[in-house]
């Protein structure tokens, strides 16, 4: 089974302050990660998502993630948050090949709250 | 392109009753899945339809029930409702989901409050 583990449920951070939202996964087999950012009474938006190759990925809105296979992490980066960044983001696993069709395995969130 | 819509955007029930959600995904996507978002237990995989055929089920009772029409609108079902199943209800869609590559894209969600 795979599982994912946001660290932190929130996060405050000062405008133009860089920010960090962490993610680690566990799974048995291979996934494919993403980052989805929701905004109030909105549905999910992808920010970034990893398949394969560099292990660094860029996103819209400047994010960027890094995976680390060792760590079994997947932890979102922002150089300079602006107050617009307040949202919910969520990151998600995908299995590997077509035993798991459309189904994405998320964390419980973390709140970014960006504060003027 | 226009997006995944969802209707009705809320809805409240009392509990006993069922309730029908509907999803139109995007254009030209053929596969729908549906999540369950709560507080208590965050977004949660019910299940996923292509070409009208379910291919993939989440740990839901069997209240919970799916269907997908030739067009790749999608609908799910809720029978006798009860207070937990008071969520915000999100599809997505995406060309094939089966790779676990393709991006989900997801609706705006249906909020459901049930009394």
């Known amino acids: 089974a795979q599982s994912v583990t946001q660290l932190d449920s929130q996060v405050p951070v000062f405008e133009e302050a860089p920010v960090e939202l962490r993610c680690n996964y566990s799974s048995s087999v291979s996934v494919y990660l993403f980052w989805y950012v929701q905004y109030p009474n909105q549905g999910l938006q992808l920010l970034l998502k990893y398949l394969s190759g560099s292990t660094l990925v860029k996103g819209i809105n400047g994010f960027e993630a890094e995976f680390n296979k060792s760590q079994t992490s997947f932890h979102l980066r922002k150089p300079s948050v602006h107050i617009s960044d307040t949202a919910e983001y969520f990151c998600a696993v995908s299995v590997v090949g077509s035993g798991n069709t459309g189904k994405l395995i998320f964390g419980q969130g973390t709140t970014l709250q960006v504060k003027p | 392109k226009a997006g995944v819509t969802q209707t009705p955007r809320y809805l409240i029930k009392t509990r006993g009753q069922q309730v029908t959600l509907s999803c139109s995904p995007i254009?030209?996507?053929?596969?729908v899945s549906w999540y369950q978002q709560t507080p208590g237990q965050g977004l949660q995989f019910l299940f996923e339809?292509?070409?009208?055929?379910?291919?993939n089920k989440g740990n839901f009772p069997g209240r919970f029930s799916g269907r997908q029409f030739s067009n790749s609108r999608s609908e799910m079902n809720v029978s006798t409702l009860e207070l937990g199943d008071s969520a915000l209800y999100l599809c997505?869609?995406?060309?094939?989901?089966?790779?676990?590559?393709?991006?989900?894209?997801f609706g705006p969600g249906t909020r459901l409050t049930v009394l």
């Open positions: 254009s030209g996507h053929r596969s």
């Open positions: 997505a869609s995406s060309f094939s989901g089966g790779s676990g590559t393709d991006t989900q894209y």
């Open positions: 339809y292509f070409s009208e055929t379910q291919r």
